[in-house]
């Protein structure tokens, strides 16, 4: 197989690319909703995140927006984000827009074509479901003319990411604005963090360090399946359990910092090598734990100039919780996430250590970045400006998911290879059913693949 390198990938699309990636030529072109015009919004994946876009959705300046089609594969997920962003729209006494009635909600997995068939071209389409699905319901929202609303994680594999590259292209031929949901490019506090370091502030960055420790979180830990979920519902239900699905824990907890990280060096990491293991293999109710991840990771990465950037990640209980990021520069040091993923104040200091009578600036915004990266997508989406944020959701994709192979394989993974590697986790998602076989299955002790580093090198389980 012809091998792609990250700048065939970055700069501009190889037929090599394309045909590996077999993504269909869609004919596409411009259009534009006059500024007036209210967009009209569908949401696929009603689950918590979805729910939340489509808030930042109704609120967005530039509107209006309207709510008016969901979909999601199970019912009772998109039932509840009715009920919630109903009662959110009625709280908000006529500042938020909602109209989805029964017939423009959607189940299934054909229910992502029903809600985009709802919309007209120059509307906006927002994906929320796991990763796995995003390139098959990009795919449609382009053939459909809709601008895109997307969340990160883009791609899991090698396959996944080489697919969203050429979607982008296509979705930049056809004038489309796309936003994706890493919200640190978007918080205030890093934004003139970036500038001042850009300016100089902290001197050469030498170092970047990342942490994101805490206890068993979101769908991280799995217990065996019970009898009454097919195995598709199960890894769907819990998918940060199942690499196909999500990338991990690793890709799905960890791309926020990761993305920082590479935004700040101005460069995505040339290689990674790592390690991790599961610790505790089994419940405090003594269940084995099924899921494919590590419950601790630390990875080293290493940026085109020689710099490091050191991630430490963790999902375990009782362990010290850390969840923060930093910049090491040559005259100074910046915190860059103080809490959570992108948390603020950031600021920077004099030296090495954080001490208060070195601090040089401390950053005082505190709006919301999942509204602020809404604001800026309707912003483009009126004034007809390109926006793509896909291709950075590609880096930053593919750039954990180096990561999380270099520790699954105990291997040092090079983007390159990360971006060519063949062992492609669910190729054919876009023809999943919920009875069909599921693309890892359990064995007689409901145990999924693992990883097993040293002796599975070329691919993770
Ligand atoms: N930017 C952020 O800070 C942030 C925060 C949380 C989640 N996320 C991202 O948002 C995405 C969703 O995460 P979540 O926490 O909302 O998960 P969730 O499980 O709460 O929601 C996902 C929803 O998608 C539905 N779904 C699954 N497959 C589908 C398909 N093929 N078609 C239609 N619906 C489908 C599920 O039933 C569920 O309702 C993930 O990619 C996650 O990484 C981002």
Not at 56 to 68: D, H, Y
Not at 185 to 204: C, F, M, N, S, T
Not at 444 to 455: I, K, L, T
């Amino acid at each position: 197989m012809p091998q792609h390198t990250r700048r065939d990938f970055l700069k501009k699309g190889t037929s090599a690319a394309v045909a590996a990636a077999t993504v269909p030529s869609l004919k596409v072109s411009g259009f534009h909703l006059s500024n007036d015009e209210t967009i009209q919004v569908a949401l696929v994946g009603c689950g918590g995140r979805g729910g939340g876009a489509a808030v930042n959705a109704m609120r967005a300046k530039g509107g209006p927006l309207k709510l008016v089609a969901m979909a999601d594969v199970f019912e009772d997920r998109q039932a509840n984000c009715v009920k919630n962003l109903s009662d959110a729209v009625e709280e908000s006494k006529g500042a938020m827009l909602m109209d989805v009635p029964a017939d423009r909600r959607f189940v299934g997995f054909d229910g992502y074509m029903k809600a985009m068939d709802c919309l007209r071209p120059g509307d906006i389409v927002i994906l929320t479901t796991p990763p796995a699905f995003r390139w098959v319901h990009f795919q449609y929202a382009i053939s459909k003319k809709l601008n895109v609303f997307m969340e990160k994680p883009v791609t899991v594999d090698g396959l996944s990411s080489r697919k969203m590259l050429e979607l982008s292209r296509l979705a930049d031929t056809a004038g489309l604005k796309v936003g994706v949901g890493l919200m640190s490019r978007h918080q205030v506090p890093l934004q003139e963090l970036y500038r001042k370091v850009k300016g100089g502030a902290i001197g050469d960055i030498l170092l970047v360090r990342g942490y994101r420790m805490h206890g068993p979180a979101g769908y991280s830990h799995s217990v065996p399946k019970p009898t009454n979920l097919s195995e598709v519902e199960y890894q769907i239900r819990r998918f940060h359990s199942f690499l196909w699905a999500s990338g991990g824990c690793f890709n799905d907890f960890y791309i926020h910092i990761i993305d920082h990280a590479n935004w700040f060096k101005g460069a995505v990491p040339v290689s990674a090598q790592g390690m991790g293991a599961k610790h505790y293999k089994s419940s405090p109710e003594g269940e084995p734990y099924v899921d494919q991840n590590f419950d601790n990771y630390a990875v080293e990465y290493t940026y085109p100039d020689g710099s490091k950037f050191y991630f430490e990640g963790r999902c375990i209980e009782g362990a010290n919780g850390v969840y923060s990021s930093y910049i090491h520069g040559s005259k100074g040091v910046a915190i860059a996430s103080r809490a959570n993923d992108c948390g603020g104040p950031s600021a920077i200091y004099k030296g090495q250590n954080f001490d208060d009578s070195k601090l040089v600036w401390k950053s005082t915004d505190t709006t919301n970045p999942y509204q602020n990266e809404w604001d800026a997508l309707v912003a483009a989406i009126r004034t007809n400006k390109p926006y793509n944020e896909v291709p950075r959701g590609v880096e930053a994709s593919v750039s954990s998911n180096m990561g999380r192979m270099a520790a699954h394989t105990a291997q040092v993974v090079t983007y390159d290879q990360m971006m060519n590697c063949e062992h492609a986790f669910a190729p054919h998602v876009d023809k999943m059913t919920l009875d069909g076989p599921a693309p890892v299955m359990a064995d007689e002790h409901g145990r999924y693949p693992v990883p097993q580093p040293g002796v599975l090198i070329d691919r993770e389980y």
